[in-house]
Nanobody, 126 residues
């Protein structure tokens, strides 16, 4: 059974940076599409970014393009989300996800993903 564990969340001022990590256990996910979603307070879970199994293809929500970078290290069974120039609207619980489906830019809905982490809180405020 796959388990995903996120880390790296915290509180930061606007303009700051954070790096989230998600480590998988129970199964190697080197061929699986992985992604990050977030859930702002009082809102639905939304897509942030996805990465193919090889790491060669990525997809981002428009709201984070140019500020966030998704990456992965298959040797460590870990994916990352480097977040820069953070804004208050980036506040929320960030979730790591993985799917058995091959990478496409259409994998932007939570129902497309089979495995989820427990989430890590990110708070951006002055």
């Amino acid at each position: 059974q796959v388990q995903l564990v996120e880390s790296g969340g915290g509180s930061v001022q606007p303009g700051g940076s954070l790096r989230l990590s998600c480590t998988a256990s129970g199964q190697t996910l080197s061929t699986n599409t992985m992604a990050w979603f977030r859930q702002p307070p009082g809102k639905e879970r939304e897509f942030v970014a996805a990465i193919s199994g090889s790491g060669g293809s990525t997809n981002y929500a428009d709201s984070v393009k140019g500020r966030f970078t998704i990456s992965r290290d298959n040797a460590k069974n870990t994916q990352y989300l480097q977040m820069t120039t953070l804004r208050p609207e980036d506040t929320g619980v960030y979730y790591c996800a993985a799917t058995l489906k091959g990478f496409t830019t259409h994998l932007v809905f939570w129902r497309h993903y089979d495995y989820w982490g427990q989430g890590t809180q990110v708070a951006v405020s002055s």
